[in-house]
């Protein structure tokens, strides 16, 4: 898992450590200590810690004209006993929505498993970003992931499944993912 990285080809658009409106503002980064695990895995120093001991998080970008922010997550998304949707709510989307960010693409495919329990907190979120059309949308989920989110109705208020994977969302500008997932927003509505 170490040698998992964060996505850093849109370093020349957005470093989360350089944005004063961050909750990663000013974090420096130790390339040569690893010092992060999930479980007794150590994982790449770029992973930013959101204070849950299996789930990390990557902002890739944020657009703060047009609402949007992409982040990386990696390990296990686990609401049962960490409470993971807590505190990636309470210590990074609270912060976003405060800055007027309303769509959220969350890159899912370094999530390994997903345990659930409520969707009191999903809920929140949706409700926190309706009223400007906002959405959340989960990219490139592992099948049993989807199928373990479907099982609690996080589908209800997160856009999940096969038909929200883009396999080439590297090769896209940031910009051009966000209106992308959009689009599949729109048909997946229609």
């Not at 990285?5 to 000013?26: C, H, L, M, T, V």
């Not at 969707?119 to 989960?138: N, R, T």
Request: with cysteine; charged share 25%.
């Amino acid at each position: 898992m170490h040698t998992i990285e964060p996505y850093y080809n849109w370093r020349d658009y957005y470093i989360a450590s350089d944005d004063d409106k961050s909750p990663f503002f000013g974090v420096q980064y130790n390339e040569f200590q690893f010092h992060k695990k999930i479980y007794n895995y150590f994982i790449h120093p770029q992973w930013d810690d959101i204070s849950s001991n299996t789930l990390y998080v990557k902002v890739l970008f944020i657009d703060y004209i047009n609402g949007s922010a992409i982040i990386e997550l990696i390990g296990e998304w686990n609401d049962a006993i960490n409470n993971d949707i807590m505190l990636l709510k309470r210590n990074l989307i609270d912060s976003m929505i405060e800055q007027n960010i309303y769509r959220f693409v969350l890159v899912g495919e370094n999530i390994l498993n997903f345990h659930g329990e409520d969707y009191d907190y999903y809920a929140e979120w949706a409700e926190d970003v309706s009223d400007d059309l906002g959405w959340m949308v989960c990219l490139n989920l592992r099948e049993h992931v989807v199928e373990e989110m479907k099982s609690v109705n996080i589908h209800h208020y997160m856009a999940i499944g096969k038909s929200i994977n883009l396999s080439d969302w590297r090769t896209m500008k940031p910009h051009h993912l966000i209106q992308q997932v959009e689009g599949m927003i729109i048909k997946k509505l229609i």
